[in-house]
């Protein structure tokens, strides 16, 4: 992190238990844990912060730390703090002795989560730690029961919660199949990218095949529906991009605790569409935020997408489940 997403990131770590630190620290909260945060001062520490970003905009934060972390460094606070370091440091021995208490040495604390992506960042964390246990004193509650957290006792403080969770997932496959036929006077969209075509799919939607195909995969085994039962043919959904229906079937699995972790497909079509793979790959992965790969077969004169009728996708969905 450079000089100014560390500030941004302070920021965002102040934010997530505004009115906890105000109570803590007094009205220069947010300056202190400012300072806290550039000086590495536990548990404000910069190596254990997990960021994810997109360009210059920083989309999630998580801050964690081990039971090492809440047992030393605290002799620097006294430089950010001057007096004050006597009824605050009062109070934060008090959090500290309280975070400690449901501790053990391989236990992962997570201090701060917040963002837009956080759900993702969540994930991440938790696939990077399995078979260890997190805890964490909350005020986002749902969020972290969406994970599969479960309450304990003893929060650091009235108004958080205290949740836990022993890391480990459960890894899932759907299926999805679609086939549209082909028709003049109608654009081809494949994977979020219109290919230039004389002929394109027919549909209620954009038609986009492979996207259908994907959405079908994935709420097939996440909600045990089909995509017609969450997309109907409707208004709302007349001429629709796809790809914005895939980024909102992603988001709600998201906040649920799915992750896809892969997607393999096949597209059986009589359009070439080979050179638009590293297209349709990259705008696909750019909402599933996991590896996609597409191979295109033509049908060898087999099948009757091989004379103009249409074009078939299917895919396998693999998805990890974080909840429980």
């Not at 009235?158 to 759907?174: H, M």
């Not at 259908?212 to 085994?221: C, F, R, T």
């Amino acid at each position: 992190m450079n000089s100014k997403d560390m500030e941004q990131v302070a920021e965002m770590i102040y934010e997530e238990k505004k009115n906890f630190y105000d109570e803590l620290f007094g009205k220069n909260a947010a300056k202190y844990i400012k300072e806290a945060f550039n000086g590495d001062i536990s548990p404000f520490i910069k190596s254990n912060t997990m960021v994810l970003q997109d360009g210059e905009k920083i989309k999630a934060v998580l801050l964690h730390a081990d039971k090492s972390a809440f047992r030393r460094g605290y002799q620097k606070w006294f430089k950010i703090l001057g007096f004050r370091i006597f009824p605050v440091g009062a109070k934060m021995i008090y959090i500290i002795e309280r975070i400690l208490i449901d501790f053990s040495v391989d236990d992962i604390y997570i201090v701060s989560l917040y963002g837009e992506m956080k759900e993702f960042l969540l994930y991440n964390f938790i696939k990077a730690n399995r078979y260890k246990r997190i805890i964490t004193d909350t005020l986002d509650e749902e969020l972290f029961k969406n994970f599969g957290f479960a309450e304990m006792m003893r929060p650091v403080h009235p108004k958080l919660k205290r949740l836990e969770k022993f890391c480990d997932y459960e890894g899932l496959s759907g299926i999805g199949w679609d086939t549209h036929p082909l028709v003049e006077s109608r654009r081809l969209v494949v994977g979020g990218i219109e290919i230039d075509s004389e002929f394109g799919l027919l549909g209620h939607s954009d038609a986009d095949v492979l996207t259908h195909a994907i959405i079908d995969s994935l709420v097939g085994i996440i909600y045990k529906k089909d995509i017609g039962s969450i997309f109907p043919e409707n208004n709302e959904n007349k001429d629709k991009k796809s790809l914005e229906m895939l980024d909102a079937v992603v988001g709600d699995i998201n906040g649920k605790g799915y992750f896809p972790s892969s997607i393999d497909c096949v597209i059986i079509s009589p359009i070439r569409l080979g050179e638009y793979r590293g297209q349709i790959i990259a705008s696909l992965e750019s909402i599933l935020k996991c590896p996609v790969s597409v191979k295109f077969k033509s049908g060898n004169g087999v099948y009757p997408e091989s004379d103009m009728k249409g074009i078939t996708a299917m895919c396998v969905s693999n998805v990890d489940k974080i909840s429980n």
